[in-house]
Every structure is written in structure tokens, then in C-alpha cells.
């Protein structure tokens, strides 16, 4: 046992490590996620599939939204008054949900103006006073809708937010539960700032009200929804528990605690809500899982504008719980979930409302904290102490042995207790190890991987190191002529930004942005050639080739703005000043090898179009964009939209060049941006053919979709500029540079 002191010190450690994330003290990143795809896998292979005949949702879809049907989103009152009666008068529903906000009066009828002339210029006009008040009623699109919801139960929805400069707006009902319910107990409820309500007027007279803010876990996925959600101290429901509520005749929320069971005073964990005849298990975040029947369509779907044209069988709606949402892309109420990456977000509440309807949910209490830290203290020490000691191919059976026996109790505590035990922290500790014990002694790495480390660290991923390793004949750091690609970067107005601060922070600052924007390049394959103050230089195809390099370097370019986006709100929450960078990109024949001395050596490239990148990058500030790319990156990339931003003749050079912007790959870019890029290349031609007036009002168009553009601005004042001095008739649209 003396021999393998370390080794099981060492395990003892590995194991704390997991202990301590279990044990919420920290987070590991890779084990959330781990774990968020291990429940996904459970949940997709167990869900019950079909569809639910007790709950419908009437869908505000694309055939409702056409101009031939009900029209554009919002919809006149009056035609939702129309709708609601039909409903429920008709079709006979037993309540309706609204997975939307009425938060602005309806005055598409246009009687606030005529409010205004009776006040007004026809203020002494006897009969227009007369016939308004008679038409008041007939106008009064908001007075109809609220007259509708009054004695219906019809369930209003409204959302909260917790942005910094959160605003309340609108009305929300009084909360299920009041301020100090709680009082004593630490339990983390979500929190919010702000909310957007309904109009107040359409709230008194609504059966009730619930928000609908699914939590959205790191990964983006929306798998629980908390069920008392706090502001301002009290407690308020979520949408599908407010229509629970009032088809259970408006019971009172009553939370059960563990102590209520086991007499523990030292557990104050709050594990269910009773509801009338349903109990709701809910998480440390007062959240209960979202218990997916299935894919996107577990629910039948009806299109309002059938309703709306009596399209639909009577029978089909009577008796049904209706929920009336969206599922059309444009009004942006579409989610990622463990069952789909676009589900619309009224679907979530028809499953919250099933589960509650048949008691049946999944649960995660508080107290399978303690569960998993406890599996991982037994299972852990024991693999620590016993592997050691064993031949590999003996711990290699007992570890695959203990994953196997944690899964099978995984499987039977979900499958049979309908609990949520996570598993991926148990399995990887299990597996590190195992890895810390066969890895064991092996310190010394192979002399070509060393040379290489060596010469090529600093410079490019550790992945690369590995392959060139594995090749070491073919690499050397022997100067030759290559189509590369280069990439500059710098930080806009740094030196204002530098003297702002004091040198401990600025080294910070740095440090912070460097590191940020090298892990990109890194993570993108490319090779990091050196800092020069706050400018990065990279390159991509070599050492190692590679054919993509050019769609390396844009790529790493959009993926380092988007990097840049996120640092910016940690910086700005330290107090540190704004930030922005210019990027340039430039694909060409590059001379690469050492060009260093014999005191340092220096894996770097040299030449025109490592020169051309460099004033591609200065150019970014004239053109107010974040990135520029030379031609012949353009064209070698395919797959990626740009915007040509001029033809240019820059500092050295005799040619001139076109330069572009990239702005998203492609399909995936926003259908209003594509339009833009398409007016803009218009106006462009129409600036270079010395059609002034068009290309002017090509701009006027863009600088509405886009009043903040730079570019559109420049082009404005050069336009004038031509107007008083025109260029001549043999002018070729090159714009011309005279400095760096």
C-alpha cells in the first residue's frame, strides 16, 4: 500500500474535485453539459408519444398571419372578441390560455383621433359629438375585447425580465402567494427585475394570469419552468399553473417542505406545491421539469384563421383545454429543447398542463444533492484505493464494471421513482480514474514530441503539435513560398483606453482580451504568429496544411467578434471601458519559415499580402466595420455571405483591390440582412457608374434599416464630394489611401 501512496492521494483528489462540483461549491462546464445530454437521452427514449386529446393549441400561424386571412400580428380586439366568443360560445372550450402579451391599446379604429377632433375643431359640432357617442361603443376595440373576457375563463399571460434597466409595464394579477411566505428559508427562487403586463383594464377582468418564463439552462435548452417565480418579494404563478388553478375552481397554493415529512429542522429544501387534487414536485429553483410527451406536434395544432372562418368541426374543440400561441418564426416564440432545437414555445405549457392534469412528473428535489455527493464520497474512495493496487487489465473490468452498476441505479432510480439522479459526474470520475492510474509514470514524452513542442508550441494548438509529431520528417521550420492566410487584429483607441486605467488593471485588461481572442485562433486551427502591444497576428496553412485555411482565418475572424460581444459585458461590469476591434483577413503568397535570429527565433510570414492584411485592418475604422478580407480570400471561400465594401488602393500597393465584409454563413443569415447586402451592392454599382441621384437614394433606404451604419455615411459624403467636384468620365471607383 506504501508504494501507492501518491497514486491514491491523487485519486483521493480527482474524486474531491467531482465531490465539489456535485456539491455546487463551483461549476464544471464539461459535467453540465454532460449531464444536460444524458437527461435528454433519457427523456427522448422514454417519453410516452402521442397525442394528448385534452389539450389543443390554436395556433397564431403563418396562414394566420397572411393578409387574406386575419392579417399581420397584432390582431384587431375586436376580431380576438369575435374569436374568444366563438370559442367558447360555439366551439365549446372549457378555457383559454394566452401565451401572449396585450401590452399596447388597440387604436387601429382610429378613434383616439376623432377623440381629438371633438376635442378639437369639431369640438362645437353638435352632430359629430352625437354620431361619435354612438359609434363609441362600435369603435372601442378594447372595451369590446374586455367586455369578452369578463365572466369567461379566459387566462392572460404576461412575461418578467431581469435586464439591468428592467421596466414594469402594463398590469400583472396579485401575486398567489405574498411577500414573507418564505421568510427563514433559503431557497433560491428565480428573481426578476421587471415585467411586461397586460392592459390593466384586460387583467381585472381576466380569470387570471401567469407568466411564461421557461428557464433556460447554459446550453440554451429549455428544460424546467419555475413555478413561483419572486419579485418584489412575492410569489407568482406560471402560466400553465394559473389555468390549473381556475379549472380547479381557483385552489390555494400550499408548499410542502421536507421537515413536514421527516421531522428534519436542518433541511429547509422546498420539494413539492399542492395544488388542490395536484402535487407538484419542484427543484432548488422552485422549478418543476418540463415532462416532453414527445416531438413538436404532441398536441394537436388548429389554426386560428380556420376558427376565425368556421373551418373547424364543432366537435373537435368542445370540452378541450385551449392554449392560443405561435408557431410562426416571425414572432419569435420558437425554443431549443431537449425534444427539438425550434419548438414552439406554447407546447411547453400543453405539457406542463398535461403532467399536472395526470399527477405525473419527473423530479429533481433538493435533497438528490446530497444523493449524488454521497454516491461519489462511497463510489470514489473505493476506486481510489482499490485500482491501485490491481494489474490494468483487472481495474480496467472493475472500472467498466462500477460504470456499468452507477447506470443500472441511474436507470432504476428514473425509471422506477421518477427521479432525477445525475450521472455524469459519478461516470467521469470513474473514467479520470481510471486514466490517472494507467497514465501513471508516464512523464517523459517522445523525443520528436518534445522537438516539436519545442519549436512549435508557442505557436500553433496542441493538436497540431501531435500530428506533426506523428510526421516529423515532413515539418521544419526551414523558410518557403505558400498561399496562406493572414489575420490582424487590433483594439480601437487603445491608447485612450490604456491611459484610463492604471497599470495593474490595463495588465489585466490584456491579459483578459489576448487570451480571449488566442483561444479562438486556437480553436480554429490557426497558427499564432505574435502580440504587438494589443494587435494579434496569426496565419492559417502551416505549418501544417491545410486547404481550408482561408475559411479558417474569416471564420475565426466572425468567431472572435462574437467572442469580443461577451468579454465586452464582463469588462463593462468591472467598470472597464468599451471595447472594439478591427480585423483584417488577406489569403496570398506568403513567405513562411523562421525569420528570426540566432537569440530567438520566430515562426512568422512575410510579403505583399501579409502587408495588404495589415492595412485591411486600419481599414475597418474608416468603414465602420468589424472586419475586412481581401479578394482572394473571398473568393476562395464559398460557403460565407459577404458585403463588398469598395474598391480601394491602399499605401505600397499599385493595384487596386476589392474589399469585402463578411457577415454570416450562408443560410443562416437573417432574410432582412440579405435584403440590405442586395440594396446596398445595387447603390454601389450605381455610385460607381456616377448615378449619383440613385445611389443617394439607395442610401436613404439603407440608413433606415440601418441608421447607425458608418459605411452608408461615408458614402453620403463622398457622393458629395463628387457632386462638387466630379470625377471624370474615365473615374474607376478606386478609392485611394495614402497612409497605413
Not at 369639431?122 to 369578452?148: C, H, M, W
Not at 433606415?704 to 461615408?714: A, D, F, G, K, V
Amino acid at each position: 500500500m506504501k508504494q501507492h501512496i501518491v497514486r491514491i492521494a491523487l485519486g483521493l483528489a480527482v474524486m474531491l474535485l467531482f465531490v465539489g462540483h456535485a456539491g455546487n461549491f463551483y461549476n464544471i462546464g464539461l459535467i453540465t453539459r454532460l449531464d444536460n445530454i444524458i437527461y435528454d437521452t433519457r427523456l427522448a427514449v422514454t417519453m410516452p408519444g402521442g397525442v394528448d386529446p385534452r389539450v389543443v393549441i390554436l395556433d397564431i400561424d403563418e396562414r394566420s398571419l397572411d393578409k387574406n386571412a386575419l392579417g399581420r400580428w397584432p390582431w384587431r380586439r375586436d376580431k380576438l372578441s369575435l374569436l374568444l366568443k366563438k370559442l367558447f360560445d360555439e366551439y365549446g372550450i372549457i378555457i383559454a390560455g394566452f401565451d401572449v402579451v396585450f401590452a399596447e391599446p388597440d387604436e387601429s379604429s382610429g378613434l383616439p383621433v376623432l377623440d381629438k377632433l371633438a376635442k378639437g375643431k369639431l369640438r362645437d359640432v353638435g352632430q359629430f359629438q352625437s354620431a361619435l357617442n354612438e359609434l363609441r361603443p362600435e369603435l372601442d376595440y378594447d372595451g369590446i375585447f374586455t367586455k369578452t373576457l369578463k365572466g369567461r375563463p379566459v387566462v392572460l399571460g404576461y412575461y418578467f425580465n431581469s435586464e439591468e434597466n428592467a421596466v414594469q409595464s402594463g398590469a400583472i394579477p396579485e401575486p398567489v402567494l405574498p411577500k414573507g411566505t418564505f421568510q427563514g428559508r433559503n431557497i433560491s427562487f428565480t428573481t426578476w427585475r421587471g415585467y411586461g403586463g397586460n392592459l390593466p383594464e384586460f387583467q381585472a377582468n381576466a380569470a387570471n394570469a401567469g407568466h411564461f418564463n421557461p428557464l433556460v439552462d447554459v446550453d440554451g435548452v429549455s428544460r424546467r419552468v419555475p413555478m413561483l417565480a419572486e419579485f418584489h418579494g412575492a410569489y407568482y404563478e406560471a402560466l400553465p399553473l394559473a389555468m390549473i388553478r381556475v379549472l380547479a375552481g381557483y385552489p390555494k397554493v400550499e408548499p410542502g417542505f421536507a421537515s413536514d415529512r421527516f421531522s428534519s429542522k436542518g433541511y429547509s429544501g422546498l420539494e413539492w406545491l399542492k395544488v388542490g387534487p395536484v402535487t407538484i414536485p419542484v427543484d432548488e429553483n422552485v422549478s418543476a421539469l418540463i415532462p416532453y410527451r414527445g416531438r413538436r406536434g404532441s398536441f394537436k395544432y388548429v389554426s386560428l384563421a380556420d376558427v376565425y372562418f368556421d373551418k373547424v368541426p364543432r366537435d373537435e374543440l368542445r370540452g378541450k383545454i385551449a392554449l392560443i400561441g405561435t408557431s410562426a418564426p416571425g414572432l419569435l416564440d420558437l425554443r431549443s429543447t431537449p425534444v427539438g432545437s425550434v419548438y414552439p414555445g406554447v407546447e411547453i405549457h400543453a405539457n406542463m398542463i398535461t403532467a399536472m392534469l395526470d399527477n405525473d412528473f419527473k423530479q429533481k428535489p433538493p435533497y438528490m444533492l446530497g444523493a449524488e455527493v454521497l454516491l461519489l464520497l462511497v463510489g470514489g474512495i473505493a476506486l481510489a484505493m482499490l485500482v491501485p493496487l490491481l494489474s490494468p487489465l483487472k481495474a480496467t473490468l472493475v472500472s467498466l464494471l462500477a460504470m456499468l452498476l452507477i447506470t443500472a441505479l441511474n436507470v432504476i432510480v428514473w425509471a422506477k421513482g421518477g427521479m432525477v439522479l445525475p450521472l455524469a459526474s459519478s461516470l467521469l470520475m470513474t473514467a479520470a480514474l481510471f486514466a490517472l492510474n494507467m497514465s501513471w509514470g508516464y512523464f517523459v514524452e517522445s523525443r520528436s514530441k518534445r522537438q516539436f513542442t519545442e519549436l512549435f508550441g508557442q505557436y500553433v494548438p496542441p493538436e497540431l503539435v501531435d500530428k506533426m509529431a506523428a510526421d516529423p520528417e515532413k515539418y521544419s521550420m526551414e523558410g518557403k513560398s505558400e498561399e496562406l492566410t493572414v489575420l490582424f487584429s487590433d483594439i480601437v483607441g487603445f491608447t485612450s483606453i490604456s491611459e484610463s486605467l492604471e497599470p495593474k488593471e490595463l495588465s489585466q485588461f490584456i491579459n483578459d482580451y489576448l487570451t480571449a481572442m488566442s483561444l479562438v485562433i486556437r480553436n480554429n486551427r490557426g497558427t499564432l504568429d505574435k502580440y504587438i502591444g494589443d494587435a494579434i497576428m496569426a496565419f492559417w496553412g502551416a505549418p501544417v496544411e491545410d486547404p481550408e485555411h482561408a475559411r479558417q482565418g474569416v471564420i475565426s475572424a466572425m468567431a472572435m467578434q462574437t467572442e469580443l460581444d461577451k468579454l465586452r459585458a464582463q469588462m463593462l461590469a468591472r467598470g472597464w471601458p468599451d471595447i472594439r476591434i478591427g480585423v483584417g483577413v488577406n489569403t496570398g503568397n506568403m513567405r513562411v519559415g523562421d525569420m528570426g535570429s540566432k537569440l530567438r527565433k520566430a515562426y512568422t510570414v512575410m510579403g505583399d499580402a501579409v502587408n495588404l492584411g495589415s492595412r485591411l485592418e486600419s481599414l475597418t475604422r474608416v468603414y465602420g466595420v468589424g472586419i475586412i478580407v481581401g479578394p482572394n480570400t473571398r473568393q476562395a471561400v464559398k460557403d460565407i455571405a459577404f458585403r463588398e465594401l469598395d474598391r480601394v488602393r491602399v499605401k505600397g500597393k499599385d493595384e487596386p483591390v476589392d474589399i469585402f465584409e463578411p457577415v454570416g454563413i450562408e443560410g443562416q443569415v437573417d432574410k432582412k440582412v440579405v435584403d440590405e447586402i442586395k440594396l446596398w451592392h445595387k447603390a454601389l454599382r450605381a455610385y460607381r457608374a456616377q448615378k449619383w441621384d440613385e445611389a443617394e437614394m439607395d442610401l436613404f433606404n439603407l440608413q433606415r434599416m440601418s441608421p447607425e451604419s458608418r459605411l452608408y455615411q461615408l458614402y453620403f459624403e463622398r457622393i458629395k464630394q463628387c457632386r462638387n467636384d466630379p470625377p471624370g468620365p474615365d473615374w474607376d471607383g478606386v478609392t485611394v489611401f495614402k497612409t497605413k
